[in-house]
T-cell receptor, first 114, second 113 residues
Framework: KNQVEQSPQSLIILEGKNCTLQ??????????LRWYKQDTGRGPVSLTI?????NTKSNGRYTATLDADTKQSSLHITASQLSDSASYICVVSDYGGSQGNLIFGKGTKLSVKP | DAGITQSPRYKITETGRQVTLMCHQT?????MFWYRQDLGHGLRLIYYSAAADITDKGEVPDGYVVSRSKTENFPLTLESATRSQTSVYFC????????????FGDGTRLSIL
């Protein structure tokens, strides 16, 4: 069964510190992996999308890595800010085009404290 | 401004009632999606649409009805609401089903008493 597991479930860090969120998946065949940020009371917003051939992608202070061999991804946040407090959702796609499906992780809730 | 809007943002209703959640997008995206988000679960796909007049079931379609007469609108109807349908509902749109990012609305929080 295709699954996406995220860890930790929740995380508290101090403002200015770095953190790394993990995503392990058992999706096959693999098409792409994306990270979304979801602020409280808002819809998810796409941060990055990576295909099989990409092993790192950055969006400002957010850097996502992908190891397709071990089926793992991480999202690294540098110099955290209070506005980074949100849930981060890992989503993996199988196949592609009109036949694919998106498999959503349950998210990691990040709290950045002053 | 281009975007995707959902209405209402909050809704309280009673079991057995019919309720319709609205979704409107201004990007002219061909694909639109409805998800529900519950504690302990990831986002789960209810229905999606590849184009006007083309809809298909997702992972959890039971108890829901959709239509798409115009590209920009994709309403979701609960024909006879049940307590188990209490959830936060998100609409999204995209240029394709899984290759492009999906753009989400800010959700409708639905409580069924």
């Amino acid at each position: 069964k295709n699954q996406v597991e995220q860890s930790p479930q929740s995380l508290i860090i101090l403002e200015g510190k770095n953190c790394t969120l993990q995503c392990n998946y058992t999706v096959s065949p693999f098409s792409n992996l994306r990270w979304y940020k979801q602020d409280t009371g808002r819809g998810p917003v796409s941060l990055t999308i990576m295909t099989f051939s990409e092993n790192t992608k950055s969006n400002g202070r957010y850097t996502a890595t992908l190891d397709a061999d071990t089926k793992q991804s991480s999202l690294h946040i540098t110099a955290s800010q209070l506005s980074d407090s949100a849930s981060y959702i890992c989503v993996v796609s199988d196949y592609g085009g009109s036949q694919g499906n998106l498999i959503f992780g349950k998210g990691t809730k990040l709290s950045v404290k002053p | 401004d281009a975007g995707i809007t959902q209405s209402p943002r909050y809704k309280i209703t009673e079991t057995g009632r019919q309720v319709t959640l609205m979704c409107h997008q201004t990007w002219s995206h061909s694909y639109m999606f409805w998800y529900r988000q519950d504690l302990g679960h990831g986002l789960r796909l209810i229905y999606y649409s590849a184009a006007a007049d083309i809809t298909d079931k997702g992972e959890v379609p039971d108890g829901y009805v959709v239509s798409r007469s115009k590209t920009e609108n994709f309403p979701l109807t609960l024909e006879s609401a049940t307590r188990s349908q209490t959830s936060v509902y998100f609409c999204a749109s995209s240029n394709d089903r899984v290759l492009q990012p999906q753009h989400f609305g800010d959700g409708t929080r639905l409580s069924i008493l």
